[in-house]
């Protein structure tokens, strides 16, 4: 079965950067665009970015765009997010997901924190 491991979280300050990595299994990752959704506590799961299959094409929210960058390494079956100048508002459950866009993913793993504080 589907199965996507997030690590990577952790606490960091703002404008900060942290590095998330989704290990992806179950299924023949290099056939699926991936994404990364957020969610905070009270509100729902915020799609945040997603990539191509192959990786050629990266497309984010605008709420992160030019600040996170999504990567993916096929040979590695693994995704990541690159986190840079975090804000407050970053702070969040981070997923990785099957699919590449908000209304396409399937599948997402349990998530990794993310806490931005002074």
């Known amino acids: 079965q589907v199965q996507l491991v997030e690590s990577g979280g952790g606490l960091a300050q703002p404008g900060g950067s942290l590095r998330l990595s989704c290990e992806a299994s179950g299924f023949t990752f290099k056939n699926y665009a991936m994404s990364w959704a957020r969610q905070i506590p009270g509100k729902g799961l915020e799609w945040i970015g997603g990539?191509?299959?192959?990786?050629?094409?990266?497309y984010y929210a605008d709420s992160v765009k030019g600040r996170f960058t999504i990567s993916r390494d096929n040979a590695k079956n693994t995704l990541y997010l690159q986190m840079n100048s975090l804000k407050l508002e970053d702070t969040a459950l981070y997923h990785c997901a099957r699919g590449g866009s908000s209304t396409s993913m399937s599948s997402w793993g349990q998530g990794t924190q993310v806490t931005v504080s002074s």
């Open positions: 990539i191509y299959s192959n990786g050629a094409e990266t």
